[in-house]
């Protein structure tokens, strides 16, 4: 274990992508400490992968690239824009009820945050808002995509903690709805004292609400579509997520008409790309939770925690911390990958929920795409508003203040999270 350590902070600190720290250090470990063959490294990469379930991320992928692409991202954020431009700060407020409906379609935060600043920073720009401040916002409300379903960081850790998609699904939705309303509310506060610029609002007309929901009204048909098909036993989650890929084609090319067929196989190469990212991370990562899990890291860490508390409230706290951390430096899947491994079977052991368990889990790594140094999230929304990561930073505290207090919240009142699987007949 403190030659797996040593290598991997070295190659970290070293620039190497984590997808070759993982190996590496795996295979470092493997060679310096036991006599089990290399070969062993190609089985676990397969075995990691060999998942039905684990399909379903290019499938998701795609229904995302096909979204952006179809435009219905685009009728979506209009959509919001009908609801609340008339607030005080309507373009922050726009963003953020965005968010919220591109989460229940694409499940990618980083692809939200793409879409979003992409449409709203030439607004925000235009009526002087504070740039910083809306780049910021709209990373934090982007990454909310991994704790709204349906979400490709919650089909991972549902397979890798051996739970219910659908209920982790449903777990999600009001922690999520709560992080996106906080958020309107800290935009609010931030447009009240910001200037005459924040109060240019669009009249609110119910012609503009119909017109504007009508158009939008197919692509709110994917959140339903998969979400019942899951929950009513129709299709499994890996069927919903090639149903909705499906779904985003048709309504793209025959409902907008804005997805020519002369562009599907760029489209098709965009997503094997990013599933390919996606996959190789799983499947290295794979070697090095097995590595540990040999090495008893579960054991040995829960006999510590237990030595320090057995408090359920200990440990959750515990928990958040070290994900939280571990989310500043490392991408959202290989830290799931690592550490839910080693931290699962402990909570068990202590009787919390998995589900519940789970969802602060994803809480977490929703946070950890907007905290520096990696935030992908933080990143996306910094290239595409213009500035540097450094200058957005300086904006994030409120928002992710707002975040964490959700986090806390659910920490501490597991029925936010388990009420809709409980009301579904998920869990007991």
Excluded at 23 to 30: K, W, Y
Excluded at 77 to 96: E, K, N, R, T, Y
Excluded at 105 to 113: E, L, N, P, R, V
Excluded at 414 to 425: I, K, N, T
Aim: proline share 5%.
């Amino acid at each position: 274990m403190a030659i797996i350590a040593i290598a991997f902070v070295a190659l970290l600190a070293l620039g190497v992508p984590v997808v070759f720290v993982l190996g590496m250090s795996a295979v470092l470990a493997l060679v310096t400490t036991t006599h089990v063959p290399v070969a062993i490294v190609s089985q676990r990469v397969f075995a990691g992968l060999n998942s039905f379930t684990l399909m379903s991320i290019p499938f998701f992928v795609f229904a995302g690239v096909i979204m952006d692409a179809g435009g219905i991202s685009r009728r979506i954020v209009d959509f919001a824009s009908a609801i609340i431009g008339w607030m005080v700060g309507s373009l922050l407020q726009v963003s953020c009820l965005a968010a919220a409906g591109l989460a229940a379609i694409s499940g990618s935060g980083s692809a939200d945050t793409a879409a979003i600043s992409a449409i709203m920073q030439p607004q925000l720009r235009r009526r002087n808002y504070d740039v910083d401040f809306g780049a910021a916002l709209i990373a934090c409300a982007g990454s909310i995509a991994q704790v709204i379903p349906p979400s490709l960081t919650m089909v991972i850790l549902a397979v890798v903690s051996n739970v219910s998609i659908g209920a982790l699904f449903l777990s999600g939705v009001i922690p999520g709805l709560l992080c996106i309303l906080v958020l309107m509310v800290i935009a609010w506060l931030h447009a009240r004292k910001g200037g005459p610029q924040y109060r240019e609002s669009e009249a609110f007309t119910f012609s503009r609400l119909l017109r504007t929901g009508w158009a939008a009204l197919p692509a709110a048909g994917m959140p339903v579509l998969i979400l019942g098909g899951i929950l009513g036993g129709v299709f499994t989650p890996t069927e919903a997520a090639a149903v909705s890929g499906f779904y985003g084609l048709l309504v793209g090319m025959l409902v907008y008409r804005e997805l020519k067929p002369a562009a599907l196989p760029d489209l098709i190469l965009k997503t094997a790309s990013l599933s390919a990212a996606v996959m190789l991370i799983i499947g290295t990562a794979s070697v090095f939770a097995w590595l540990i899990a040999n090495a008893n890291v579960p054991q040995i860490i829960g006999a510590w925690i237990r030595d320090v508390s057995s408090s359920q409230v200990v440990f959750l706290l515990i928990a958040n911390a070290l994900f939280l951390v571990i989310g500043m430096f490392l991408e959202t899947i290989a830290a799931i990958l690592i550490v839910v491994p080693v931290l699962t079977p402990i909570a068990h052991d202590i009787g919390i929920d998995p589900i519940h368990f789970g969802l602060l889990i994803i809480l977490n790594c929703a946070l950890g795409t907007v905290t520096p140094p990696y935030g992908v999230s933080l990143f996306v929304a910094s290239s595409v508003a213009g500035r540097s990561v450094i200058q957005v930073s300086r904006r994030l505290a409120f928002p992710l203040i707002g975040m964490f207090a959700i986090l806390m919240l659910v920490t501490f009142v597991p029925d936010l999270s388990l009420f809709l699987p409980r009301m579904a007949g998920l869990i007991d």
